[in-house]
């Protein structure tokens, strides 16, 4: 599986991006998919999952209620709608995808298969 994350830009804060992750191959449908973010000298953190189906979804307490992850399989995509964005939501954002069994959703990164080549969000303040 290859991917291919877009949308990412500067915004000021309170703005929106939404961000996509288009994926190769015919067995999209068969992975869990997250959204993770790099800042400058921290580590690569998990910011929302969603499951195969994409009816289980899962945030981090700092995007909850303002980000939402949704994926579209018959177009091999998964979304990532930010609003009310903050300038320390600015990171680097990666789309990653594993093989889970049908309603999981992972947050640990270590445990997915393929990544994504990242996208930058920058919030101004």
């Known amino acids: 599986v290859q991917l291919q994350a877009s949308g990412g830009g500067l915004v000021q804060a309170g703005g929106s991006l939404k961000l996509s992750c288009t994926a190769s191959g015919r067995t999209f449908s068969s992975y869990g998919m997250g959204w993770f973010r790099q800042a400058p000298g921290t580590e690569r953190g998990f910011v929302a999952g969603?499951?195969?189906?994409?009816?289980?979804?899962y945030y981090a307490d700092s995007v909850k209620g303002r980000f939402t992850i949704s994926r579209d399989n018959a177009k091999n995509t998964v979304y990532l709608q930010m609003n009310s964005l903050k300038p320390e939501d600015t990171a680097v954002y990666y789309c990653a995808a594993v093989q889970v069994p049908i309603a999981a959703v992972v947050t640990d990164s270590r445990r997915y298969d393929y990544w994504g080549q990242g996208t930058q969000v920058t919030v101004s303040s």
């Open positions: 969603l499951s195969r189906s994409g009816a289980v979804t």
